[in-house]
């Protein structure tokens, strides 16, 4: 078909289908669950072990595309079986245009990336033309077919062999079409149009880069002429440990109609052997003919649906510790009872309620330890691979996380599939943002079916996998009459989870809000949270924070002091950190680049800057030194010592003893190991201690201790045995030291004295460098008071010293610093120096070994070992890194001159090899240039992370109060 077939109907109608908020697709198939056909029960569970099935026919690859400008753009007979693509390019499918070499991206937050109002979308609207053949295996011959098209951002039209099958929105579901009555023997065609915006882009405002394409696969599935439609199977755990398992099975085409088809349910366990089974019964049909049938059938028949309940007695409940799947395969017989399709997933059983301020997953309050999980990777965009989604959620359990939150649409089935493998709980969110317009949209009537329906899809796709234990209506989008829709929609389907919104929580804690099973709000402070935990108004519901401790470059402040609010309080039961990720995008020079630098300000005057860049783990997925901070909350074991003296051992598990479990422990002296060897704490059943004596040495300051089990961390933990100052190591060979106005001089050493500093380079939490948000937060105070020029006097601040040159190469200085009243919350106060090239060796007594800060510092206290090249945290927006809090000594040499820091009291310290001036500057993390030379603070006072680049600045108490600081501090100078 030629000519206008490609330019007539829903895609260049009067009003496009692009512009019609009211309709979200014609000609798609329902939303059905993400399994896939069979030709029989052996193949089926064949499937479970990875074997594809030969009803599946994949069509990702290569395609031939051409991106133009707007929808006129699009030549009319584009989709014709015989136009003439040979002059077009090739893209992969799936794909991002952008990672292809076709179109631009951009970032945006908030704002819109372009003027109009909803549901207008700018005239100027890429539109990528997709082109390729197929043939169908001889087999597949009268059968019927599917094609599934796994996401398109934002709106995708099917046309086959010419013809107009349908179109669809919801750029994070599959879209599948029956395209059975247009195929053909041979060669046939199918063609895509892939707009970037359409009305349903004002529901998908996501804090996220603007980046269309096809992101999941496509493929063709081959049914039979009658067929599976739907599978629901929700599982459940009964208190006397039955699994249970909802069966409610959906047939389709004669299976749905005809007399005589049935279908079967059996569940299995992980060794084949079957453990409970439903049916074959008989699929309902509705009596057609005599009037009176009629009449029963119109008031009774629920469509061709087998329903029933599984049990399967003393079942191995699924959880995030024990993440144990059965088999569930299901079967359709024909009237002559042959199986004709079969279909198998993995399922476990577990339950979750809500009642007593608790989230109860299997009758346990499990702490929520969580991240939000976006779709990114820094070369292909939201086209993610298995390897890439097995690798985040193994990095997570590695870290002790329990759950994530899928931030904000429905992710890849393939990610469900595998938090169900590894054990992960899941908050489902629907793809519904509407962030530019949240006070707005959300009321809108035209919208309101479109928010209604992407709360359902997500639910009938998604509602057989246990990893799944909750439900959210989507983020930042108000609250409206929809969403009320949307929940009640959604628990008519599936009763067995509940539902979480934080619109109604967005400004007040203790709103009634009967829309949410949960009160979950974002970024409250600590607080907040507990005084909303003290008041007791809500007595049903628990506060778990959907999002809270912004990751966002050198950030998670508070970390432990929201985890003390989560054990001591009732009714907080933890949070999802923001985020895993960050969403940096490679630069054709390899470096991480983020909003503004991809030509934003010219194409389209808006971008949100390094805003995307506020995960925990790095676009290239290397964990920020926060990570350690939150494993070591959220390790499931730990030790104290009771009054005797004797060793507790806490198992922080909800659902395994400790047996199997081994602790390597070593005694430290001052941060040096005297005695090591290892010990089995036991069967420790869950949420229980065990005691045991604990090891002994003369001497020992500190036992430490290193869980695993079967190679797994499980933590680690240290106990102070006694209380005793640590002094510097002695020096071997004492270098003679002199002083003068202006330097310091040991043998062939000299470096500038020592000067008060009082900057920092600010962090993200600090303020926003770049972008409509620079100036606001701590950073602007203090580029507004001057502090920026590196010159305490010039900002009021007095400074007196006193040196001393003692024996031993020792030379001790006095500070006396005063802060005016007016700078009451500075970035530091302490000392720098310069020390010169080859100074690179590095000790210090203290946490570590990771870098650490006032309101960010669970780390091991021991003497560690590192170099100056080594604290270099590549922070992709360049800030303040590498700092050591709680200090008790350091020293650093060149091989042949060491020296050696220590304080009256406990310290911080930094050696690095980028100045603050170049920290201060960059933008990226390419601009740095290491130093030969070692930039050296000491500081008496540092001020905290906080997590105010969104969310609660640092606490008073980890603050820089104005104030007088006297201290005195030495560097020792020896030879090696």
């Known amino acids: 078909m030629k000519g206008a077939a490609a330019r007539m109907g829903w895609f260049d109608g009067p009003t496009p289908a692009w512009a019609m908020p009211e309709v979200g697709g014609v000609g798609r198939l329902p939303m059905r669950d993400d399994s896939m056909p069979f030709p029989d029960i052996d193949a089926a569970i064949a499937g479970l072990g990875g074997d594809p099935s030969t009803w599946v026919q994949p069509l990702d690859g290569r395609w ?54 909803p549901p207008d979308v700018p005239d100027d609207n890429p539109t990528g033309l997709y082109r390729r053949t197929f043939g169908l295996p001889a087999s597949w011959r009268g059968s019927r077919v599917e094609l599934r098209i796994g ?118 366990d992980d060794r084949g052997r079957a453990v409970g089974s439903l049916g074959p019964l008989p699929v309902p049909t509705f009596q057609h003919g005599e009037p009176f049938a009629e009449l029963i059938s119109g008031m009774f028949f629920e469509r061709a649906v087998v329903c029933g309940r599984i ?12 993440p144990t799947r059965y088999q569930v395969v299901v079967s359709l017989r024909d009237p002559a009872g042959e199986v004709v399709e079969a279909r198998a997933r993995h399922s476990g059983f577990r339950s979750v309620e809500v009642r007593d301020r608790q989230l109860l997953i299997n009758g346990c309050p499990v702490t929520v330890w969580g991240v939000n999980y976006h779709e990114h990777d820094p070369d292909s965009g939201r086209v993610l691979s298995e390897q890439r989604l097995r690798q985040d959620l193994e990095m997570m359990k590695a870290h002790h996380l329990n759950a994530l939150r899928c931030a904000h649409y429905p992710h890849d089935e393939r990610l469900l599939e595998l938090c169900d493998e590894l054990g992960i709980y899941v908050i489902d969110e629907a793809n519904v943002e509407a962030h530019a317009r949240q006070a707005s949209l959300c009321h809108d009537p035209r919208y309101f079916g479109a928010i209604v329906e992407r709360g359902v899809r997500m639910v009938l796709r998604d509602r057989n996998h246990p990893s799944v234990i909750a439900w959210s209506l989507g983020n930042e989008s108000g609250y409206g009459a929809a969403h009320d829709a949307m929940a009640a929609a959604m628990r008519r389907i599936d009763p067995s989870r509940p539902i979480q919104y934080e619109g109604p929580f ?20 600590i607080d907040d949270i507990v005084a909303w935990s003290r008041s007791g108004t809500d007595r049903r519901r628990p506060l778990i924070l959907c999002e809270f401790s912004h990751a966002m470059g050198n950030s998670n402040g508070s970390l432990a002091d929201y985890a003390a609010a989560f054990e001591s309080e009732e009714g907080l039961q933890g949070g999802f950190v923001w985020e895993w990720l960050e969403h940096g995008v490679r630069r054709p020079d390899g470096s991480i680049g983020y909003g503004g630098d991809f030509g934003e300000d010219a194409r389209i005057g808006r971008h949100d800057g390094n805003f995307c860049l506020d995960g925990l783990v790095s676009a290239d997925r290397v964990p920020h030194p926060a990570m350690a901070e939150l494993a070591a909350l959220a390790q499931p074991v730990a030790a104290s010592l009771d009054p005797r003296g004797r060793l507790v051992i806490h198992n922080r598990h909800w659902f395994r003893s400790l047996a199997g479990v081994r602790c390597r422990w070593e005694l430290l002296t001052h941060g040096s190991v005297v005695a090591r060897g290892t010990l089995v704490p036991g069967a420790v059943e ?45 020096p071997k060979r004492p270098v003679s030291v002199e002083v003068d106005d202006t330097h310091l001089r040991a043998g062939s050493v000299s470096i500038e004295l020592p000067r008060l500093c009082v900057w920092r380079a600010p962090t993200d939490n600090d303020g926003i460098q770049v972008g409509w948000m620079t100036g606001v937060g701590a950073r602007g105070r203090w580029v507004g008071a001057g502090l920026d020029r590196d010159d305490p006097a010039a900002v009021g601040i007095s400074h007196d010293r006193r040196i001393e040159l003692l024996d031993g190469g020792v030379v001790r200085f006095s500070e006396d610093v005063t802060v005016p009243g007016l700078l009451a919350d500075l970035p530091r106060v302490g000392m720098t120096f310069v020390l010169p090239a080859g100074f690179e060796a590095l000790e210090w007594y203290g946490p570590g070994p990771h870098e650490t800060y006032p309101d960010r510092c669970l780390a091991e206290l021991r003497r560690w070992k590192s170099t100056v090249t080594e604290q270099y945290v590549d922070y992709a927006f360049p800030q303040h890194h590498g700092f050591h809090h709680d200090t008790r000594w350091f020293r650093i040499d060149n091989g042949r001159t060491r020296l050696t820091v220590s304080a009256d009291r406990h310290f911080g310290f930094s050696a690095l090899n980028h100045c603050a001036a170049a920290l201060t500057e960059a933008r990226h993390a390419s601009e740095l240039v290491a130093s030969e030379e070692t930039f050296v603070h000491v500081d008496i006072a540092h001020r905290g992370l906080g997590t105010a680049s969104c969310g609660p600045d640092v606490l008073p108490r980890y603050q820089v109060a104005a104030g007088r600081f006297r201290w005195s501090w030495t560097i020792t100078v020896d030879r090696r």
């Not at 014709?80 to 952008?98: E, M, T």
């Not at 065990?690 to 201790?705: E, Q």
């Not at 089990?709 to 005793?724: F, M, N, P, T, V």
């Open 64 to 117: 031939r595309f051409k991106l133009v400008d707007r929808p006129a753009d699009v030549p009319d007979d584009f989709a014709a079986a015989d136009f003439d693509d040979s002059g077009w390019g090739w893209i992969g499918v799936p794909g991002d245009w952008f990672f292809e070499g076709h179109g631009d991206i951009a970032y945006t937050n908030v704002v819109m990336p372009f003027s109009q109002d």
């Open 151 to 268: 996401s398109a951002e934002s709106v995708v039209h099917v046309w086959v062999n010419g013809v107009e099958v349908g179109f669809g929105k919801d750029s994070r579901l599959p879209s599948s079409f029956d395209i059975t009555p247009w195929l053909q023997r041979g060669v046939n065609t199918v063609a895509m149009a892939v707009l970037q915006w359409s009305d349903a882009t004002w529901l998908e405002d996501q804090d996220q880069w603007w980046m269309p394409g096809i992101h999941r696969g496509v493929s063709l599935v081959r049914t039979g002429t009658g067929f599976l439609a739907d599978l629901s199977l929700i599982p459940g755990l009964a208190a006397d440990g039955t699994g249970t398992l909802d069966v409610a099975v959906t047939s389709g085409g004669r299976a749905a109609v005809e007399v005589g088809w049935s279908i079967a349910v059996e569940v299995r």
């Open 686 to 730: 869950p949420r229980s201690t065990g005691t045991m004596p604990r090891p002994r040495h003369r001497g020992a300051t500190h036992l430490s201790m290193r869980f695993s089990e079967r190679g797994r961390d499980l933590g680690w933990c240290q106990i102070e045995l006694s209380h005793a100052e640590a002094s510097p190591p002695a």
């Open 311 to 322: 049990e399967v007695a003393n079942c191995r409940p699924w959880s995030h510790e024990t």
């Open 506 to 525: 967005m400004h007040d804690l203790g709103a009634e809000a009967p829309v949410s099973d949960v009160v979950c709000p974002m970024y409250s402070s």
